[in-house]
Nanobody, 115 residues
Framework: VQLVESGGGLVQPGGSLRLSCAASGFTFSTYAMNWYRQAPGKERELVAGINSAGGVTNYPDSVKGRFTISRDSAKNTVYLQMNSLKPEDTAVYYC?????????WGRGTQVTVSS
């Protein structure tokens, strides 16, 4: 099983980034997919989730209206479009696949929002 994140980097406040997570080694279409983040000294938190069919998404209030999760089952990839980024969005962003008792994690990609 592999989850490989990409697309992180340094962006100015108000800017945008799109993260990608390429999945392999499991049946992607049967797993819910999530994005988490962890800032230094803080616990890992969920920032976006999408169900296996792609029709249901969920976000915490902190990112609602700014972040959008989507998935492409033909490419076995999940995306996180992040707009109107704020310095408090700075963190390592992790891709997660979840089905019943099974859960897989990527290694993360750093997002830094700074002027």
């Amino acid at each position: 099983v592999q989850l490989v994140e990409s697309g992180g980097g340094l962006v100015q406040p108000g800017g945008s980034l799109r993260l990608s997570c390429a999945a392999s080694g499991f049946t992607f279409s049967t797993y819910a997919m999530n994005w988490y983040r962890q800032a230094p000294g803080k616990e890992r938190e969920l920032v976006a989730g999408i169900n296996s069919a792609g029709g249901v998404t969920n976000y915490p209030d902190s990112v609602k209206g700014r972040f959008t999760i989507s998935r492409d089952s033909a490419k076995n990839t999940v995306y996180l479009q992040m707009n109107s980024l704020k310095p408090e969005d700075t963190a390592v962003y992790y891709c997660n696949a979840n089905r019943l008792w099974l859960t897989y994690w990527g290694r993360g990609t750093q997002v830094t929002v700074s002027s």
